[in-house]
């Protein structure tokens, strides 16, 4: 019983093996070559990276956003430093003299200051000074002298002052390094999508490749059984297997290309400051106009109105902040007129009892005779000025322009893509029927080859003017407005 059992499947065995080893005679003058052409495609698991997805990461990941955040934060640092300038200030003075036991002076000056907008500063100082060698100009009562004031500028100085205008620059400061992030971000997205886009393009070129070559394949083996039974010519076989080897040459070629732009579109992926990279399972997908519309669309940001375009509204802080230097540099012309008043009293309780007998006041003039160095610096603010101005009217036209044209591509795409969707069909349909004149005798391999030729490039402008209309859509947003994260 076990030997009937063991020969059972010995039989089995070489049954199955049968089509492998047996029957020499199927296949009778293949060579090496033609059996690696007819070596099939191998079945992968592929993983989809979704525009979605990958555009996900890129605007939560990538350094470059966190340098573009950095922009923002220089703004605000600026903003916080101009304020500064109108922080209460603290001043303590001390100064003394000792000597083989003899107190020369001892000086104590304690001021506390509060910086105001129109150049006027309120001050309350106290002093107290003693000494055999006190200079008499600052001799005190006993006890100290405390003082109340104010100084301002009544010319250079009053309506705009160097303080007046750091602020105000800073805050304008802050507007352009906000629009300046944004202009950092877009581009990042802008070109982050074409890296998509382009590895879109390049892996369905590879799937044409790949579902030509198995159509070249099957029909090597149609034709080469055609020879074996003395239906077809010899030639027939030599001229398909050419065909598949070019095809198999040509989707080496296009793997290898697809494989560089993965690598490339890899240059925009991080995760927590790691980059990442594209594995060969790893394949992109086609988006629809809907999902693009919606991924490159953002609130707040993408508008129709240049005056909101990041880049005219960073050209519009920046010419506003010259027109601010403008006038701090015009108001220089003025002479220079600073007073001073301060009300002294030696008994911190006669402050409710105002004296003006007892009192401290000072004035100071100053005027340049020519002001050549005010007055170029005037011309050099409005030259500076004007160059800005003229800037923010090119690059005006310059988006305009650009938004038309891109609008004008998107209208041309679409129609382009209705046609070779046509000329696809038709293709194919002709195809078809050289098919079926081959079958019948009535057409050659060449008539077929060429014809399936001619559908693989309509395949091809048709996936490169998909990726030409997506990257148009891009454009477009791109123009409009800018990205966020």
Same mark, same amino acid.
């Given at each position: ?16 093996? !049968? ?5 020499? /005679? ?54 916080? @430093? ?49 000494? $055999? ?14 003082? =109340? ?55 369905? #070129? !590879?799937?044409?490749? #790949? ?7 099957? @029909? &090597? ?6 020879? /074996? ?25 296009? @793997? ?20 990442? $990279? ?12 809907? *999902? ?11 508008? *129709? ?59 100071? &003039? ?6 050549? %160095? ?24 310059? *988006? ?7 609008? =004008? ?7 382009? !893509? ?18 079926? %004149?081959? $079958? ?17 490039? =309509? ?19 791109? =123009?409009?407005?800018?990205?966020? $994260?």
């Amino acid at each position: 019983m076990k030997k009937i059992l063991k020969y059972s499947i010995v039989l089995i065995l070489f049954s199955l093996l !049968q089509p492998v080893f047996g029957q020499p /005679d199927t296949l009778p003058n293949y060579k090496i070559e033609e059996r690696k052409a007819l070596k099939e495609l191998p079945e992968e698991v592929k993983y989809v990276l979704t525009f979605e997805e990958y555009l996900g990461y890129v605007k939560q990941h990538h350094p470059l956003l966190k340098q573009a955040n950095l922009k923002l934060s220089v703004g605000e640092a600026n903003l916080l @430093r101009a304020r500064g300038g109108f922080d209460p200030k603290i001043e303590v003075d001390y100064n003394r003299k000792k000597f083989k036991n003899t107190e020369y002076y001892d000086e104590l000056n304690t001021t506390f200051k509060i910086p105001t907008w129109y150049g006027i500063e309120l001050k309350a100082n106290f002093e107290e000074n003693t000494g $055999q060698f006190l200079n008499p100009s600052v001799t005190v009562p006993e006890g100290g002298l405390y003082s =109340a004031g104010v100084s301002f500028s009544l010319a250079q100085g009053f309506f705009i002052n160097k303080r007046m205008a750091t602020l105000k620059k800073a805050k304008f400061f802050l507007d352009q390094t906000a629009a300046e992030r944004d202009l950092l971000v877009n581009n990042l997205i802008f070109e982050a999508s074409k890296a998509y886009f382009e590895w879109v393009k390049a892996y369905n #070129e !590879q799937t044409i490749y #790949e579902n030509f070559l198995s159509n070249a394949v099957m @029909r &090597f083996k149609g034709v080469k059984r055609g020879v /074996d039974v003395g239906d077809k010519a010899a030639i027939d076989s030599i001229e398909a297997k050419i065909v598949v080897q070019n095809r198999r040459l040509n989707l080496e070629a296009v @793997r290898l290309k697809t494989r560089k732009i993965a690598l490339e579109a890899s240059n925009y992926l991080w995760l927590n400051s790691v980059p990442l $990279q594209i594995r060969e399972k790893i394949v992109p997908e086609l988006p629809n106009k809907a *999902i693009l519309s919606n991924l490159l669309y953002l609130e707040g940001i993408t508008s *129709i109105s240049q005056t909101n375009h990041p880049k005219i509204r960073s050209l519009n802080a920046k010419i506003t902040g010259l027109e601010i230097d403008r006038a701090y540099k015009r108001n220089k012309l003025l002479p220079k007129l600073d007073l001073q008043y301060n009300f002294i009293t030696a008994d911190m309780g006669n402050f409710d009892n105002f004296n003006t007998s007892n009192y401290k006041a000072g004035v100071n &003039f100053s005027f340049p005779l020519f002001l050549r %160095k005010e007055r170029g610096e005037v011309r050099l603010a409005n030259l500076k000025l004007q160059d800005v101005n003229y800037e923010r009217i090119a690059a005006s036209l310059n *988006i305009q322009n650009k938004i038309d044209a891109v609008y =004008a591509s998107i209208d041309s795409l679409e129609e382009q !893509q209705e046609l070779i969707s046509d000329i696809v069909v038709n293709y194919e349909t002709l195809l078809i029927a050289e098919e079926r %004149k081959f $079958q019948l005798g009535e057409s050659s391999l060449f008539l077929i080859n060429s014809r399936e030729q001619k559908l693989i490039q =309509a395949n091809l402008k048709a996936n490169e003017l998909q990726i030409k209309f997506l990257n148009a859509n891009a454009s477009l947003y791109n =123009a409009l407005g800018i990205s966020e $994260q």
